[in-house]
Every structure is written in structure tokens, then in C-alpha cells.
């Protein structure tokens, strides 16, 4: 069965430092999504992406973020500049209508 | 931003017993979405919605999209230690056809 997969499935990296995570979604899927969990809550949408742009973003989603897809398979998400706040569990997911099809997550820890 | 509350927050059941839970809104939601969390994993799509008073099973699980397109429930009969997790009801709000937003989830526990 397809799935959306993410590298890596955690993530170290101390307060300042860029991190970029790694998603490659379903292959016939158009629409690409940026989640995140801080542990013990939510899940929170962050920012869709359609046709090689943003289609919507949240106001988590600040300069800090960006989205690329750099290729026919990859979707990347960097935080330029790691805040102590930005540790969770990002999840990459990916759907064709509405219905989206979720990765297993990177775990960031930010030190 | 958007809320959806789901309740109840958590649930403790037995083996073989039939659990129900839902979600409300204030908002109408176009797409209403099941999903359930293991520890440690990302969300798994269990029931997609599109209509209001739609009613769909996959297995054990039935959910049904309100009349009112402001809730929907999810319903597990039957049930058995592996429906153990965290399930989230998300919906997609009539201002975006992209974002989900996530309800805060039911926490359900099954002693065998």
C-alpha cells in the first residue's frame, strides 16, 4: 500500500541551527501538507502546498518556515533559525481530494 | 481559528464493549475525517466524510457526518485490545479547502 515516508524519524539540533525535514509523499497525490504536534496536543496545520506553491499557510508558518520541492518526489520543510518552542513531532502528509494520508513523523528536539 | 470539540477526552472500556464519540463545531465543515494515533506514529485515516448525513463503516468503525454539517461521530463496536490509541476527528472548514483542523482527541483505553 502506498504511504507517505520522512527522514528522519528524529531529529537533534541545538537552538539556532537549521533543520531541514524530508517527506516524499504518495506519488499520484497533488496536494502536499506540513503538521505539527507538540507532545500531548493537537495536531496543527501549518502549511499546504499545490502546483509548486503555498496554497495556505497558519500563523505558525512564519519566516522561520519554508516549503520546496525540489524534485518529482521530495517535499522538504527547513526552519531556518531552531527555537527551544519548535520541538514536536512534525508530520508530512499528502492527498489527492480532501482525506489526507499522514507520514510516520520526525521527532525534533531542539537543545 | 477554527475549533472543534471532541469529547470525551479520554474513555476506559472493556473488551467487547461498543464506544461512541463526537465532535462538534460552531463552524460548518465541508469534509469531516476519523483518524487514530498510536504512540509515536502519525495519524492513520480510518473514515473520510464528504456529505452531510452520510454514514460510512470500515469494519467496526461507523461515523456519520451531521445534518448540520457542525458534527460528526465515530462509533467502534465490539471492542478489542488493538483499538488502544489516540482518535482525532479533523475537518475541513467551508473558508479552506486545504487546512484540516484537528480536534484534541479521544484518548481510548480497552481492558482485555
Known amino acids: 500500500e502506498p504511504e507517505v515516508t520522512q527522514t528522519p524519524s528524529h531529529q537533534v539540533t541545538q537552538m539556532g541551527q537549521e533543520v531541514i525535514l524530508r517527506c516524499v509523499p504518495i506519488s499520484n497525490h497533488l496536494y502536499f501538507y506540513w503538521y505539527r504536534q507538540i507532545l500531548g496536543q493537537k495536531v496543527e496545520f501549518l502549511v499546504s502546498f499545490y502546483n509548486n506553491e503555498i496554497s495556505e499557510k497558519s500563523e505558525i508558518f512564519d519566516d522561520q518556515f519554508s516549503v520546496e520541492r525540489p524534485d518529482g518526489s521530495n517535499f522538504t520543510l527547513k526552519i531556518r533559525s531552531t527555537k527551544l518552542e519548535d520541538s514536536a513531532m512534525y508530520f508530512c502528509?499528502?492527498?489527492?481530494?480532501?482525506?489526507?494520508?499522514f507520514g510516520q513523523g520526525t521527532r525534533l528536539t531542539v537543545v | 481559528g477554527q475549533q472543534l470539540n471532541q469529547s470525551p477526552q479520554s474513555m476506559f472500556i472493556q473488551e467487547g464493549e461498543d464506544v461512541s464519540m463526537n465532535c462538534t463545531s460552531s463552524?460548518?465543515?465541508?469534509?469531516w475525517l476519523w483518524y487514530k494515533q498510536d504512540p509515536g506514529e502519525g495519524p492513520v485515516l480510518l473514515i473520510a466524510?464528504?456529505?452531510?448525513?452520510e454514514l460510512t463503516s470500515n469494519g467496526r468503525l461507523t461515523a456519520q457526518f451531521g445534518i448540520t454539517r457542525k458534527d460528526s461521530f465515530l462509533n467502534i463496536s465490539a471492542s478489542i485490545p488493538s483499538d488502544v490509541g489516540i482518535y482525532f476527528c479533523?475537518?475541513?472548514?467551508?473558508?479552506?479547502?486545504?487546512?484540516?483542523?484537528f480536534g484534541k482527541g479521544t484518548l481510548l483505553t480497552v481492558n482485555p
Open positions: 463552524s460548518i465543515f465541508n469534509t
Open positions: 466524510l464528504y456529505k452531510a448525513g
Open positions: 479533523a475537518g475541513l472548514w467551508g473558508g479552506s479547502n486545504y487546512k484540516l483542523t
Open positions: 502528509a499528502s492527498s489527492e481530494v480532501a482525506g489526507a494520508f
